[in-house]
């Protein structure tokens, strides 16, 4: 199962965390990516997809 969590920065961009676990190693892993100017800008660039689901969510 992945995790995305959002954080807007004091500077005012926002960031995605998606923790995952590594179906090779078993180890729970984590990407992050910053500086998007909004938050619907960083949700439509998650990897393996459009966000549609998170926007669900959200």
């Known amino acids: 199962m ?3 969590s959002f954080r807007k920065h004091p500077n005012g961009t926002w960031e995605y965390r998606i923790r995952y676990k590594d179906r090779s190693t078993g180890k729970y ?3 992050s990516k910053r ?10 660039s998650l990897p393996g997809g459009n966000g549609i689901g998170v926007l669900r969510i959200l």
């Open 29 to 31: 892993k984590e990407k």
């Open 2 to 4: 992945k995790l995305a």
């Open 35 to 44: 500086g998007f100017k909004t938050k619907k800008s960083s949700i439509g």
